[in-house]
């Protein structure tokens, strides 16, 4: 293989920067030629790319955001859009041969959509939700835990001062992972995700009621986006408990920020080891850590997979949260 492309699709993640910095790093050192692709598979459809050479992706390591951009592309889900795609990649311009996707599962589709249609294409789990099944972690997830954390420790601070009880919706989507781990590293009260089915009256009205017992007066309660009703209960909470009650939604503040060193770490181990594939001439294949290994998976059978949430870790946070 000799040019490849390299492209950031979905949300972005704190650590994006540094999987493509080693991506373009290993590439080029290799004797490969890389093209970064702005705004995702839109960039890839309307020709927007650029070429990088090692010295491009300089001071971005430490960087949030993506320096590539990011979009979610509809028109590439159609096949007027894809055949866009495949032309942009052999005009001679261009000529590449392969391309690293850093996104979620749903820029994964596009990556075996494109793999399928000759040009293979290698996965990164870029995203802060931590919903890949395939991967125990995605780039950007620990930024993002700390992110809430540090937010919500800072909302704790006025909480506890007007003894009220504060319900804070913490972004990821479907999955509960960022509200259930961030809400154990801050003491909430309760927390409410959409893996696990929650009895509001039993798991938060009763709880605070319980914990006002043993003389608490402010209360974190964390409940997933997939949830949503943040208001609605924190006038529910308010009305039952008679606690003064507020709602906060972290929303995209969660996304930003420089990467922890998991974040940059991860995401240039992942980087290094897409460009390996690709240099092998192996294509749709998604790299993810597995038991604190990167390793890699076929894209289909990474889509495939069954979720499991981790019910030990909710167990936990219940038990100890009196
Ligand atoms: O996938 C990352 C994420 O931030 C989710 O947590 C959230 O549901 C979604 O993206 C928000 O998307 P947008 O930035 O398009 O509003």
Do not use: W
Request: include cysteine; charge should be negative.
């Amino acid at each position: 293989m000799k040019t490849i492309g390299v492209l950031t699709s979905g949300g972005d993640a704190p650590g994006m920067n540094a999987a493509i910095r080693a991506v373009v790093r290993t590439a080029c050192e290799n004797g490969i030629k890389v093209f970064g692709i702005n705004e995702g598979y839109k960039g890839l459809i309307e020709g927007n790319l650029q070429e990088l050479n090692i010295r491009s992706v300089s001071d971005i390591i430490h960087r949030g955001g993506t320096m590539l951009h990011s979009a979610r592309c509809r028109e590439f889900q159609e096949e007027a859009g894809m055949q866009k795609a495949l032309e942009t990649c052999g005009n001679k311009e261009y000529g590449i041969e392969g391309i690293v996707v850093i996104g979620g599962d749903g820029s994964f589709r596009g990556a075996r959509d494109l793999s399928l249609r000759g040009i293979p294409c290698i996965g990164i789990p870029g995203t802060i939700d931590n919903d890949i099944v395939s991967s125990d972690y995605t780039i950007g997830y620990d930024t993002c835990l700390n992110t809430v954390m540090q937010m919500v420790d800072r909302v704790r601070d006025t909480v506890e001062s007007h003894s009220r009880c504060i319900v804070v919706e913490v972004m990821g989507n479907k999955c509960g992972d960022l509200t259930l781990n961030a809400g154990i590293a801050v003491g909430a009260t309760a927390i409410v995700i959409p893996e696990i089915q929650s009895d509001i009256e039993k798991h938060v009205i009763e709880r605070i009621k319980r914990t006002q017992t043993t003389d608490k007066k402010h209360f974190i309660v964390m409940v997933a986006e997939g949830i949503g009703g943040v208001e609605e209960l924190a006038r529910k909470i308010e009305k039952e408990c008679k606690v003064e009650s507020r709602a906060v939604i972290l929303g995209h503040v969660q996304r930003g920020g420089s990467p922890t060193v998991r974040d940059r770490v991860v995401a240039s181990q992942m980087g290094y080891k897409a460009v390996q594939l690709l240099m092998q001439g192996i294509g749709n294949r998604v790299v993810v850590q597995k038991d604190d290994h990167i390793i890699d998976y076929d894209i289909y059978e990474a889509l495939s997979m069954d979720r499991k949430v981790n019910s030990e870790l909710y167990k936990i946070a219940h038990e100890i949260s009196i």
